[in-house]
């Protein structure tokens, strides 16, 4: 695919569509960024075949959509490209910048059906007892394993949580998720008892005398960031002798879900937990938990 500059004119298209699409929907930072890419990416090649974005037709669409599948891109990713223009499209009709929506008649690709990665809860207690508990980092570690397991957080959720949003007494977590969406989560006693740890034992030695801001701390005074955190995963997930090709970075997330419904979670509660603006996200997680009670019906009965 093309590289270079993007064209002055559709980066200024680009910038007042993501201002826009941030003052109506509050969408978060990095979903910005990823319209933003998807957007100069398809700027970049509309400038190699001589038009820009504004121009663009559905043919155009669909040759760019053909170069993409031709170069392996998947068809998840193409999907989320297609949603990208969808909405930039759409703008620019509601702007009066172009009287059609070219994606209007385009459909999306099929996508795969895939099923969250979740982990038995016999490797769960193994990764969760895996980081050194006498040292500040491995302690802190298991408290944010704990955390994420505990309160099936998403990891940019985990990694950006501030020290406020954690109330100890009344047992609870306040989390901003997608679409800066507040929600408040239930903690257990197992992931109270290491998070009071953590700020009593190993949060002190890490910050110093800094007020610092992030609830989970690196000695640099950052919160861990993302592809840290999916070290830190890889790292324990090998010392607990978990194979890492059955680990994701939302692993803990996932088997938090898939373990609730295992014990007879409602559906509903667990959108609520899980932070799902729609329950059919949620319902994924009931494929996991049929698969599981397959398994066990063709272990244990007598005509399985």
């Given at each position: 695919m093309q590289r270079g500059p993007v064209p002055e004119?559709?980066?200024?298209?680009?910038?007042?569509?993501?201002?826009?699409?941030?003052?109506?929907?509050?969408?978060?930072?990095?979903?910005?960024?990823s319209y933003r890419r998807d957007l100069e990416g398809y700027a970049r090649w509309r400038e190699g075949q001589g038009g820009g974005l504004a121009g663009a037709d559905r043919a155009a669409l669909f040759d760019y959509f053909a170069e993409r599948t031709h170069a392996g891109y998947s068809p998840r990713s193409n999907s989320r490209l297609l949603s990208t223009l969808r909405a930039f499209y759409n703008h620019c009709v509601r702007r009066q910048v172009r009287e059609d929506d070219p994606t209007a008649l385009i459909d999306p690709p099929r996508l795969p059906r895939s099923l969250p990665k979740a982990l038995?809860?016999?490797?769960?207690?193994?990764?969760?007892?895996?980081?050194?508990?006498?040292?500040a980092i491995g302690l802190r570690d298991r408290a944010m394993f704990e955390l994420m397991y505990a309160c099936g957080l998403r990891v940019s959720e985990l990694c950006n949580l501030p020290s406020t949003g954690l109330n100890l007494r009344q047992g609870v977590l306040r989390v901003m998720g997608k679409g800066s969406k507040e929600r408040m989560v239930p903690l257990g006693e197992e992931a109270q008892h290491w998070l009071q740890r953590y700020l009593t034992e190993s949060r002190p030695k890490i910050a110093g005398k800094r007020a610092l801001a992030p609830l989970f701390l690196e000695h640099s005074g950052e919160a861990p960031s993302r592809q840290r955190f999916w070290g830190l995963v890889k790292q324990y997930a090998a010392a607990a002798g978990i194979d890492p090709r059955r680990i994701s970075?939302?692993?803990?997330?996932?088997?938090?879900?898939t373990h609730l419904l295992n014990r007879g979670a409602d559906l509903?509660?667990?959108?609520?937990?899980?932070?799902?603006?729609?329950l059919s996200t949620t319902q994924i997680y009931t494929l996991v938990a049929r698969e599981h009670l397959q398994k066990l019906h063709a272990k244990h009965h007598p005509r399985g």
């Open positions: 004119a559709d980066s200024q298209a680009i910038a007042e569509f993501l201002d826009a699409l941030w003052a109506e929907s509050g969408v978060a930072q990095a979903t910005l960024e038995s809860e016999t490797d769960i207690d193994a990764l969760l007892n895996a980081p050194d508990i006498d040292d970075p939302h692993g803990l997330r996932h088997s938090f879900a509903r509660a667990l959108q609520l937990l899980l932070g799902h603006s729609s």
